[in-house]
């Protein structure tokens, strides 16, 4: 009897410590939701400077914040450390050109963190150097993970206080999934400050959703609100839902030797951390973003679907910024840029979002379009564009300064 006993207490243990190290594991990996309401504390909420009761998020005036990118191995010396200035008005400092008010022409730029340029500094940003090419200052209105819906909604706000002659609207294609959400954690597990309105189609017209946050202090019991945040979320049955690990986690982990890659990649860059010393032979963040980019794939093609799926929504949309920029008296420009996880999709199946720039050059006479996708085509792969580490594969500053050229080639030309 006692031997048996014994098996089973063993048993038991290996079991137990299989599921906590897989829990661990799991709750680590970007691809993996291991919790529909995790806990906000007040630390947390404190250091959420950006809130805003309107937009969700935004920022805010006045501000320099510098980041460590990440761009050295433990024990090295930072050599990366990138500066973010706003201005009185929220734009990103441009530190090629002041505000004009008798220039021959004006410029500013909405969208998500691609046209606020992150992973780089001030004077390194794409509109840095349009200021340069255009002699004109250029406002940076972008935001961190901001779909079209919010990039619009700011637009609205602020462009009556900071006019301009053109309005270049720069975003991801995974604003498609972006226009679809109320929370992001449903689709971008782990972001659970960022709560905001979207929009909806009814009887076709677009009609707003307002944000179930009313004060900064509302996301402390956000699971109270969870019946608003299920229902007008696409992304809760369509995304969260199916990458949801329970209980038993081994299964969930073990099933994938992805997942167990990216765990031991993290096991060896907490070794380096700890340590101050980096492993001989193998860059484990080179190779943990790696992982990470072939687990983002099932995540690019679901925003495949999407652009199929919510074509009326996102048209809907691009045709408030037109009939905005007509009602303002702006040339509205649609810039669409790349990630890197598109970026590298896209090279061999296809850009994700079809015909969509055909189909609004047809439909729409007064806005121009950019695919800058069919702009920069680098020789040696399209990661040269993106900036080596960091937070995701932002621009880079050479690649920043392409950009600049092709847009200022649609200014130029109605001079």
Not at 236 to 255: G, I
Not at 266 to 285: S, W
């Amino acid at each position: 009897m006692l031997p048996f006993v014994a098996l089973v207490v063993g048993v038991l243990a290996v079991v137990i410590v299989l599921e906590v190290a897989s829990y661990t594991s799991l709750k680590r990996i970007p691809s993996v939701a291991t919790e529909e309401f995790p806990e906000i504390d007040r630390e947390l909420l404190d250091k959420f400077s950006s809130y805003d009761p309107e937009l969700g998020w935004c920022p805010q005036p006045n501000r320099e914040k510098q980041k460590d990118t990440g761009d050295h191995l433990p024990g090295e010396e930072v050599r990366s450390v990138v500066t973010y200035s706003t201005d009185e008005y929220a734009s990103r400092v441009c530190p090629a050109k002041d505000r004009d008010a008798n220039a021959d022409v004006t410029v500013s730029t909405y969208g998500d963190s691609y046209c606020f340029c992150r992973e780089v500094d001030n004077d390194e940003t794409f509109q840095h150097y349009l200021a340069q090419e255009l002699d004109t200052h250029v406002g940076n209105y972008g935001g961190g993970n901001y779909g079209l819906d919010q990039a619009l909604m700011r637009l609205e706000r602020k462009y009556p206080e900071d006019q301009t002659d053109y309005v270049f609207m720069v975003v991801t294609a995974s604003s498609i999934a972006r226009i679809l959400s109320v929370w992001k954690h449903y689709q971008e597990f782990g972001n659970i400050l960022a709560v905001k309105p979207r929009y909806t189609m009814e009887n076709g017209a677009l009609e707003r959703i307002e944000s179930p946050v009313d004060e900064k202090e509302d996301l402390l019991d956000l699971e109270s609100k969870a019946d608003f945040l299920r229902t007008h979320d696409f992304h809760y049955d369509h995304w969260f839902k199916p990458h949801h690990a329970t209980f038993p986690y081994a299964s969930d982990f073990l099933d994938d030797a992805e997942k167990i890659r990216y765990a031991l990649y993290e096991a060896g860059i907490e070794f380096e951390k700890r340590t101050g010393k980096p492993i001989p032979g193998i860059d484990f963040d080179e190779a943990q973003t790696q992982s990470a980019l072939r687990m983002e794939q099932p995540r690019v093609r679901y925003h495949e679907r999407l652009f199929d799926t919510h074509e009326t929504l996102f048209d809907a949309l691009i045709s408030e910024f037109v009939d905005y920029g007509d009602e303002q008296e702006f040339t509205p420009v649609f810039v669409m840029v790349q990630q890197l996880r598109y970026a590298k999709y896209e090279s061999e199946h296809g850009p994700i979002y079809g015909d969509l720039m055909d189909r609004l050059d047809d439909r729409y006479d007064d806005l121009e379009t950019i695919d800058m996708a069919r702009h920069l085509d680098p020789d040696d792969g399209v990661e040269s564009l993106y900036v080596e580490r960091g937070e995701g594969g932002h621009y880079s500053p050479e690649t920043n300064r392409e950009i600049a050229n092709v847009l200022a080639e649609v200014v130029d030309e109605d001079r």
